[in-house]
T-cell receptor
Framework: DTGVSQNPRHKITKRGQNVTFRCDPI?????LYWYRQTLGQGPEFLTY????????KSRLLSDRFSAERPKGSFSTLEIQRTEQGDSAMYLCASSSGQGLRGYTFGSGTRLTVV | AQTVTQSQPEMSVQEAETVTLSCTYDTSESDYYLFWYKQPPSRQMILVIRQEAYKQQNATENRFSVNFQKAAKSFSLKISDSQLGDAAMYFC??????????????FGKGTHLIIQP
């Protein structure tokens, strides 16, 4: 197992375009999390899945954001009608059980909206 | 809402010396977990150490140890015998133990640790 994999590593898009990121968690991990990290800040929680069910969404996750985890495997995070304020590093993490022993993070997708 | 505060934006230490990174948090809960994560430049975040709030004994992982003061809501990280590879951003994080919702980690803003050779 190569850990948590995120694609693409970098994405540059024009304002108003839609973008989609993918996260492949560690195969035996049932929980998957999305975080957003802006420059000089710590990661901020966006949403998480237990298997295929999306159990919690942060108020940061506006209507333009949607996340899915079909069949409880990989997950996608889509941002519609991107805005410059969406520019950030999007981090994915996974854990087994309730994640009380910590999460395994991916390397992130850096989004730049121009 | 829970908050995590790291009051040191940047710390510098000589190689082989000891450094302590500060973290305070605010919560009204009694059951929770605390973590320190390390984020090297352009690399993924790695768990350094964790502490269960119900445990009085401070966690230790090799050169890394914590000073957990529950009443003071303080959770500092001590790095002994600092090495060049310890240079990174360090994030303190809080997680409620709920068995259900409120599952996300709350992070501080981070401390940039510089190791002087």
């Amino acid at each position: 197992d190569t850990g948590v994999s995120q694609n693409p590593r970098h994405k540059i898009t024009k304002r108003g375009q839609n973008v989609t990121f993918r996260c492949d968690p560690i195969s035996e991990h049932n929980r998957l999390y999305w975080y957003r990290q802006t420059l000089g800040q710590g990661p901020e929680f966006l949403t998480y899945f237990q298997n295929e069910a999306q159990l919690e969404k942060s108020r940061l996750l506006s209507d333009r954001f949607s996340a899915e985890r079909p069949k409880g495997s990989f997950s996608t995070l889509e941002i519609q009608r991107t805005e410059q304020g969406d520019s950030a590093m999007y981090l994915c993490a996974s854990s087994s059980g309730q994640g009380l022993r910590g999460y395994t993070f991916g390397s992130g997708t850096r989004l730049t909206v121009v | 809402a829970q908050t995590v505060t790291q009051s040191q934006p940047e710390m510098s230490v000589q190689e082989a010396e000891t450094v302590t990174l500060s973290c305070t948090y605010d919560t009204s809960e009694s059951d929770y977990y605390l973590f320190w994560y390390k984020q090297p430049p352009s690399r993924q975040m790695i768990l350094v150490i964790r502490q269960e709030a119900y445990k009085q004994q401070n966690a230790t992982e090799n050169r890394f140890s914590v000073n957990f003061q529950k009443a003071a809501k303080s959770f500092s990280l001590k790095i002994s015998d600092s090495q060049l590879g310890d240079a990174a951003m360090y994030f303190c994080a809080y997680r409620l133990y709920s068995g259900g919702g409120a599952d996300g980690l709350t992070f501080g803003k981070g401390t940039h640790l510089i190791i002087q050779p």
